[in-house]
Nanobody, 124 residues
């Protein structure tokens, strides 16, 4: 059974940094893609970043390019999201997700497995 267990997150002032982690187990398919999504109150879930397990290609939303970095440690079976220069608008619940590679990396329906979510709050 595939499991995604998230850690990290919390509260930080604008301009600060946080790192999210997502430990995964139960699969080793090289055709998988893993991603981070976020959802703020009364907003739709949006893709933040994604990485192909095989090959390591990365994808980012325009709103986080240059500030966020997605990475993976396959030996530790862990996905990371390093978030720098955080802004108030980054405040949201963040979710890691895993699924087979699809045409669009930022479509939530392409991801079958989801972490439990972790809150990130950025204050002024």
């Amino acid at each position: 059974q595939v499991q995604l267990v998230q850690s990290g997150g919390g509260s930080v002032q604008a301009g600060g940094a946080l790192r999210l982690s997502c430990a995964y187990s139960g699969y080793s398919s090289s055709s998988f893609r893993m991603a981070w999504f976020r959802q703020a109150p009364v907003k739709e879930r949006e893709g933040v970043a994604a990485i192909d397990i095989r090959g390591g290609s990365t994808y980012y939303a325009d709103s986080v390019k240059g500030r966020f970095t997605i990475s993976q440690d396959t030996a530790k079976a862990t996905l990371y999201l390093q978030m720098n220069s955080l802004k108030l608008e980054d405040t949201a619940m963040y979710y890691c997700a895993a699924g087979v590679r699809a045409l669009r990396w930022d479509g939530a329906s392409a991801y079958r497995y989801w972490g439990q979510g972790t809150q990130v709050t950025v204050s002024s």
